[in-house]
């Protein structure tokens, strides 16, 4: 069954006008992001840099969503294309404004990268199945590097706010508020078909958790991960 067939008229201009808003957001943010780049300290740019690119993915993705959702089309391929290489990256650019050691980024990043590649690839076969115990069984698998990216990272992040200045370690907090509380709508979401695969109104819910989550983790974040890096560019002088 079309997940979109079920929405009542108001719920499918509902989710429509989420979805355009959110590619409005991304490509808004991506042009931003580009005027902040020389804002920061050079060692830090590279964040900013990583930041515009993830909205930018992220903005084309949501056009394409957009477009063939007003087309009575849903593809959620495009939303795991577009996790499959924003991810990774948001870890990236986390870990750059940190202040972590080059050879403890290099070992985050060998544990991190390929721990996000694996709870995306293992998300998408129950994410498109239409049977309850394949969701379940995907929604289990996915959960164990979910929760190892999550807690490794809230740990990252809890140790830099020790060390860093008030402005520094505000920053952080804020940014680690974010993480964790975004990153819990998408294991909730994916599983409103599991509960009634016919309901429009958590199809709804979906579509609109799963756009607003995309926005803040990734539009809201790079915008606290250009605060930390102007707070950071602030303390080296």
Request: charged share 15%.
């Amino acid at each position: 069954m079309n997940p979109i067939d079920s929405l009542s008229e108001n719920q499918f201009t509902l989710v429509y006008n989420v979805l355009s808003f959110g590619t409005a957001v991304m490509f808004g943010a991506f042009v931003y992001f580009l005027t902040q780049i020389k804002a920061v300290k050079e060692q830090y740019r590279s964040a900013i840099a990583v930041s515009a690119v993830v909205v930018g993915i992220a903005g084309y993705h949501y056009f394409r969503i957009w477009s063939d959702f007003g087309e009575m089309k849903m593809n959620e391929g495009y939303r795991y294309a577009d996790w499959l290489i924003t991810v990774p990256l948001l870890v990236i650019e986390l870990l750059i404004v940190l202040g972590v050691s080059t050879e403890l980024r290099k070992k985050l990043m060998t544990s991190l990268l390929p721990a996000t590649v694996l709870m995306i690839g293992l998300g998408y076969p129950g994410e498109v199945s239409n049977n309850t115990g394949t969701k379940w069984l995907f929604w289990f698998l996915a959960m164990g590097p979910f929760v190892f990216i999550l807690w490794t990272l809230y740990g990252q992040l809890k140790a830099a706010a020790l060390r860093e200045t008030p402005a520094v370690a505000t920053a952080i907090k804020n940014a680690t508020i974010v993480l964790l509380g975004t990153w819990m709508v998408y294991p909730i979401a994916y599983l409103f078909p599991v509960f009634d695969a016919n309901s429009g109104t958590l199809e709804t819910l979906r579509q609109v958790g799963y756009t607003f989550a995309d926005i803040t983790a990734k539009a809201l974040y790079g915008l606290m991960i250009i605060g930390i890096a102007k707070a950071r560019s602030a303390s080296d002088n």
